[in-house]
């Protein structure tokens, strides 16, 4: 992977089908930063607007518990959103060591809340609250989010109906008013709903519902009540 000039890689943090994310230092300073890079250059708009919508958000936010966009570049005909590297490891990897104790629930549960009621007050949905995208520090279990590319700054909004496999979010955490077969509408609440399948996991081991494709997803989210913990 080839960063913009004036950027060392150090690793690879999660490579998609059309998008990658590194962990890079900016030689001139030292300073450590976080780098998603468009890998073709022939991307759809779609990919490309989810870069630039993920940069205008971030520009704007002032919350401790979101990363700072520092620059938005274009290289080697792809965009490349450069963000401060606030540290930690997403909670699906620290996830992968077991179960916390209560203890280390009640600190990560609190610091997630937290985290999301700065985000509210920005006036800014999430829409993508997941353990992929939530950043623990292993020390002091205190954590920030990451990932805005589908966020919205508006206070509400209206999900149209799609097939599963095209809506926004990951599936086993979005809320039923983004499957858009609710017809309501989608504000602060709808990371909330997340969150509590993220507090679930950590207490249970794993998420509500053990759906076997997309669809059942969306329907045990719709009409299933999640088991008694």
């Known amino acids: 992977m080839t960063l913009p000039p004036g950027y060392e890689l150090v690793s690879v943090l999660w490579q998609g089908s059309s998008r990658v994310v590194c962990r890079g230092r900016e030689v001139a300073s030292g300073d450590r930063v976080v780098i998603k890079s468009v890998l073709d250059r022939r991307a759809s708009s779609q990919t490309l607007g989810l870069v630039r919508h993920e940069y205008r958000i971030l520009s704007r936010l002032d919350v401790p518990g979101a990363p700072r966009a520092r620059e938005l570049l274009q290289h080697d005909g792809r965009p490349h959103l450069v963000m401060d590297d606030l540290g930690g490891l997403s909670l699906s990897a620290w996830l992968e060591a077991g179960r916390p104790d209560l203890g280390q ?20 949905i999430h829409k993508n609250v997941n353990p992929h995208h939530i950043l623990v520090h292993t020390d002091s279990l205190t954590t920030h989010l990451v990932d805005f590319s589908i966020s919205s700054l508006l206070q509400s909004e209206i999900q149209k109906y799609a097939s599963p496999s095209v809506l926004e979010g990951a599936l086993p955490y979005i809320s039923p008013e983004q499957t858009g077969r609710t017809y309501r509408a989608i504000d602060h609440r709808t990371d909330l709903y997340s969150l509590g399948i993220i507090f679930y996991q950590l207490l249970a081991g794993h998420p509500p519902f053990d759906a076997h494709d997309d669809l059942e997803c969306v329907h045990c989210h719709i009409a299933l009540t999640p088991p008694h913990l």
Do not use: D, T
């Not at 629930?105 to 800014?124: D, N, P, T, Y």
């Open 105 to 124: 629930f009640f600190r990560i549960a609190r610091s997630v809340a937290e985290r999301l009621a700065e985000l509210h007050g920005a006036q800014v």
